[in-house]
């Protein structure tokens, strides 16, 4: 009942969103004042945050800077939800509840994008290994928008009514720190949101620009083990044992036929096998192959059926090859998981207006999804959660570097290279202004 209430006042302002004619006047005020305050404080923040990257789940420097930053701001923080997580609260009279997300981790990367402030950080990730630590996501970025996003909000208490709940969630990256603050009752613990809001920071977009479309946004993300267990044999008589690594080649080809044959074609499908590892020796068979996969969909049917026929597939090559049942491979579905990301539709257009009235209807820079990237911001938004979402793009590229690329230059680093990196003054100052923005009009007096 809540959401198709909140659906329904969404529904109802979308045209008539009441900040709508105040922002004409007000965009030149809130500009101003993000503009100054990356200068004063959050240039600073970003810099320190990407020197000193942390690992998933190992975030706890970050979550600190964070915590201590919003409790300055005047919200009443709560530190180690679902992990390293930190969550606010700022209540500010009677309204609807709005909750507003950045992720926090970084990557194992090497940096070598050149900047003067590039990461020079190694830590020990949770699987015990120390680790190149580089922020080659932009979640730099994320954090510092939504400080900024903070300190706007906390200045601006006249002009808003209700709750704002803002949260930093960790292990993005592994795709495991969302789920990890709602099962510590982020939804129970702490004000449960009408509206829940995002945004990632583009290499692939040219600063200034946004990209907010409905439906689909992330697909769903499977990690997938397969073991496969085998008879080790001289290399010189194959005949002698099972060869796991036949075995294992069966198995990636086959797969490739899930996606090409069984799924229909309008259905996006995709099974990539990025690690295959098995022996040790030119002669020697070896007993045992492991193989690691990513399988993306769009949607629970697509997912299931990839799931399923990823299982079936790995257990009959076994069969085939005339392994006994206690010996057939091993199919396992890692926690690393996330479900697709839709936009709301009603949100989102009350979205797109605000941001069209704001920045001009030029603002757009919407394109067509070439990848199945995930985001595990899905968990906070899902049916089931009743809370409708939003998730935008923020430009993060100057358009001078896609003009020296199609030129034929440098190539505009991509997300997890270690050559990432992004114009950090037009990509926090965007983000901060269009979440500010987003937060005033969705908790303005009156909207309840």
Not at 158 to 185: C, F, N, Y
């Amino acid at each position: 009942m809540k959401h198709l209430l909140a659906l329904a006042a969404t529904t109802a302002l979308i045209w008539t969103t009441p900040l709508l004619a105040q922002n004409s006047a007000r965009s030149s005020d809130l500009a101003a004042a993000v503009a100054t305050d990356y200068d004063q404080n959050l240039e600073a923040l970003f810099i320190d945050f990407h020197r000193n990257p942390e690992l998933s789940y190992k975030e706890t420097r970050t979550a600190a800077i964070i915590a201590k930053q919003w409790r300055a701001s005047g919200f009443t923080v709560t530190e180690k939800v679902g992990g390293t997580g930190v969550v606010a609260v700022m209540k500010n009279g009677d309204g609807p509840t709005l909750m507003l997300r950045a992720d926090m981790d970084g990557l194992p990367l090497v940096e070598d994008s050149g900047l003067d402030y590039m990461s020079t950080a190694k830590q020990v990730s949770i699987d015990g290994e120390e680790k190149p630590v580089m922020h080659a996501c932009g979640h730099d970025v994320h954090i510092t928008s939504l400080i900024g996003t903070a300190r706007q909000m906390s200045a601006r208490k006249a002009q808003w009514s209700g709750t704002l709940v803002l949260i930093a969630q960790p292990a993005e990256e592994r795709i495991g720190g969302a789920k990890l603050m709602l099962d510590d009752g982020l939804y129970t613990r702490f004000p449960k949101p009408d509206f829940a809001m995002a945004f990632h920071v583009s290499a692939d977009t040219p600063t200034g620009k946004l990209e907010l479309s409905p439906g689909i946004s992330y697909s769903s993300s499977d990690s997938v083990d397969i073991i496969v267990h085998g008879v080790g044999a001289h290399g010189a008589s194959p005949h002698r044992g099972k060869d796991p690594i036949v075995m294992g080649a069966q198995i990636i080809m086959n797969l490739q036929t899930i996606v090409s044959r069984e799924i229909a074609p309008l259905k996006p499908g995709v099974i990539t096998v990025g690690s295959f590892h098995s022996g040790f020796k030119h002669n020697i068979i070896s007993d045992k192959a492991t193989m690691q996969l990513t399988v993306r969909s769009d949607d629970a049917d697509t997912r299931a059926q990839l799931l399923e026929g990823i299982k079936r597939i790995a257990t009959n090559v076994g069969r085939m090859n005339g392994l006994p049942e206690d010996k057939l491979p091993e199919v396992k579905v890692s926690h690393e998981s996330t479900p697709a990301n839709y936009n709301d539709e009603a949100l989102t257009k009350r979205i797109q207006n605000l941001f069209s009235a704001r920045f001009g209807d030029t603002v757009f820079d919407n394109k067509p999804r070439e990848g199945m990237g995930a985001e595990d911001f899905a968990y906070f938004v899902q049916p089931n959660t009743d809370v409708p979402g939003v998730y935008f793009a923020v430009g993060g590229t100057p358009q001078a570097d896609f003009d020296r690329e199609d030129a034929g230059g440098a190539p505009v680093p991509s997300h997890h290279s270690p050559f990432f990196k992004v114009a950090p003054r037009e990509s926090v100052t965007l983000g901060t202004e269009a979440m500010t923005a987003a937060a005033l009009d969705l908790l303005a007096p009156g909207t309840e």
